[in-house]
């Protein structure tokens, strides 16, 4: 069993930045895995952020391209979300998801979940 516990999270302003992190522990093969970020604000379905494959390839959803960046350090099984110049619509609950294909999925077909840390922005 796999487990991902995100962290990161919190309050800002408009124009700020965070850097949000998803650890990954038990039975895992880290550095095998497609991880992703996804994102549930009130109100509104999963949308799809970002994603990174085992080889590095990412690929970033049309309304957070150019200002977030995901990244993977598989020494320390955890992928990032490196957040810039955030704005209140990127205000949500964000989830790390990860799973053993090869691809990037921008729809939430993915093995393992986190339980998702709460990104407040105010204007």
């Known amino acids: 069993q796999v487990q991902l516990v995100e962290s990161g999270g919190g309050l800002v302003q408009a124009g700020d930045s965070l850097r949000l992190s998803c650890a990954a522990s038990g039975r895992t093969t880290f550095s095998t895995y497609t991880m992703a970020w996804f994102r549930r604000a009130p109100g509104k379905e999963r949308e799809f952020v970002s994603g990174i494959t085992r080889f590095g390839g990412t690929y970033y959803g049309d309304s957070v391209k150019g200002r977030f960046t995901i990244s993977r350090d598989n020494a320390k099984n955890t992928v990032y979300l490196q957040m810039n110049s955030l704005k209140p619509e990127d205000t949500a609950v964000y989830y790390c998801?990860?799973?053993?294909?090869?691809?990037?999925?921008?729809?939430?077909?993915?093995?393992?979940w986190g339980q998702g840390t709460q990104v407040t922005v105010s204007s």
């Open positions: 998801a990860g799973n053993r294909e090869l691809h990037i999925f921008t729809t939430p077909e993915y093995e393992f």
